[in-house]
């Protein structure tokens, strides 16, 4: 079984369209996250939940809105998408929000804006 | 204000050889120190993690030793095999659910 699933895992858009990727996780985490990867592999984060409440917004435009309806799901929507939101993202958990817990990684959504 | 910085790659090694890559942090407080591991097209997974100074952290044959007095915690790794073929990254957290990683050192190694 997947620890942490996103789909879809290749997404290819037009510039100005609205796009969601869905992540889940069955570890029974508390905490959920959203990274962007770009071209050249830095890795940066951009948002936190824990127990579906928001704890971290790194000054991401509000054209990203992440959404969790549940501790198992956390969803990211994407409006009026622009070539620069070109990259891969990464969703992950962790058991709780501590500095030395591990983050469990999904697969990776690479996002193209065309 | 943290960061951290690793070695630049791309590092390329033959079968059998000693790995080093470089990591050292600038962090307030007392951060805790991880090394994860990217496979081609997949998520990072951890490969191991210190959380006070003077831990080692090992794991598949690699260790990094916490170094507060150098704020460094180096990546080695005595015989490299082809496996070992991925990006790696230096990452700490200083402040709950952020985690501040390096820019990635990409591995090669050649059989």
């Known amino acids: 079984d997947t620890a942490v699933s996103q789909t879809p895992k290749y997404l290819v858009t037009q510039m100005g369209n609205d796009k969601s990727i869905k992540c889940e996780q069955n570890?029974?985490?508390?905490?959920m996250y959203w990274y962007k990867q770009d071209s050249k592999k830095f890795l940066k984060i951009m948002f936190s939940?824990?127990?579906?409440?928001?704890?971290i917004n790194e000054t991401v435009p509000n054209r990203f809105s992440p959404k969790s309806p549940d501790k198992a799901h956390l969803n990211l929507h994407i409006n009026s998408l622009e070539l620069g939101d070109s990259a891969v993202y990464f969703c992950?958990?962790?058991?709780?929000?501590?500095?030395?817990?591990?983050?469990?990684f999904g697969p990776g959504t690479r996002l193209t804006v065309l | 204000g943290n960061s951290v910085t690793q070695m630049e790659g791309p590092v390329t090694l033959s079968e059998e050889a000693f790995l080093t890559i470089n990591c050292t942090y600038t962090?307030?407080?007392?951060?805790?120190l991880f090394w994860y591991v990217q496979y081609p097209g997949e998520g990072l997974q951890l490969l191991l993690k210190?959380?006070?100074?003077?831990d080692k952290g090992s794991n598949k044959g690699f260790e990094a030793t916490y170094r507060k007095e150098t704020t460094s915690f180096h990546l080695e790794k005595g015989s490299v095999q082809v496996s070992d073929s991925a990006v790696y990254f230096c990452?700490?957290?200083?402040?709950?659910?952020?985690?501040?990683f390096g820019s990635g050192t990409r591995l090669s190694i050649r059989p």
């Open positions: 992950a958990s962790s058991l709780d929000r501590g500095n030395t817990d591990t983050q469990y």
């Open positions: 570890l029974g985490h508390d905490t």
């Open positions: 939940y824990n127990n579906k409440e928001l704890i």
């Open positions: 962090a307030t407080g007392y951060p805790s």
């Open positions: 210190a959380t006070k100074a003077d």
């Open positions: 990452a700490l957290s200083v402040r709950p659910s952020k985690i501040i």
